[in-house]
């Protein structure tokens, strides 16, 4: 079985732009959420999806969106990027609400 | 607010020996607890899982301990290698439908 997938691996971006990443979760699985990892702030929750819903959202500003596709595959959004979004984006999915598959990661880089 | 705190955030150890890393959180009405394994750069790896009403689970070299009462995790790793060299997550769920909480990872150097 194919793990999660996320597309692209690495994005370069300058101050102002906006990024759209994506990430495939397992077949199967339903939930996907994604986390932004920083080295000063470590892992940190943005928002999950379920069935095309949004199940929970952390605590980062309106500049970060997502969605679900009726296929499980997910995106999220940042607008008007700034230098502080530099970042590794982590999607995980699973089946309801148990064990997160993690993907590799998207390596977001702002200029 | 659940915290999640890793020590020591760093460790460097010989080849063959045995080890533990720790993690205590704050809260201790948790659903599970979760040990991962991150290379750098790269994704992360979920090791072992332990539900709240579990008090340990074994993969091979590894076994994490829960004991929810005094909010703490340690993970074993047994007969370290070089291979395991990497940084160490442990991270929580709260009763009911949340999202997981992090803590900042123990970063481990086995030296051959």
């Known amino acids: 079985k194919a793990g999660v997938t996320q597309t692209p691996r690495y994005l370069i971006k300058t101050r102002g732009q906006q990024v759209t990443l994506s990430c495939s979760p397992i077949?199967?699985?339903?939930?996907v959420s994604w986390y932004q990892q920083t080295p000063g702030q470590g892992l940190q929750f943005l928002f999950e999806y379920f069935s095309e819903t949004q199940r929970n959202k952390g605590n980062f500003p309106g500049r970060f969106s997502g969605r679900q596709f009726s296929n499980s595959r997910s995106e999220m959004n940042v607008s008007t990027l700034e230098l502080g979004d530099s970042a590794l984006y982590l999607c995980a999915s699973s089946v309801d609400t148990d064990t997160q598959y993690f993907g590799p990661g998207t390596r977001l880089t702002v200029l | 607010k659940q915290e999640v705190t890793q020590i020591p955030a760093a460790l460097s150890v010989p080849e063959g020996e045995n080890l533990v890393l720790n993690c205590s959180f704050t809260d201790s009405a948790i659903y599970n607890l979760q040990w991962f394994r991150q290379d750098p750069g790269k994704g992360l790896t979920s090791l072992l899982l332990?539900?709240?009403?579990?008090r340990e689970q074994t993969s091979g070299r590894l076994n994490a301990s829960l004991d929810k009462s005094s909010g703490r995790s340690t993970l074993y790793i047994a007969a370290s290698q070089p291979g395991d060299s990497a940084t160490y997550l442990c991270?929580?769920?709260?009763?009911?439908?949340?999202?997981?909480?992090f803590g900042k990872g123990t970063r481990l150097s086995v030296i051959a």
């Open positions: 077949s199967g699985h339903r939930s």
């Open positions: 332990i539900q709240s009403s579990q």
């Open positions: 991270a929580v769920e709260r009763v009911g439908n949340t999202p997981l909480v």
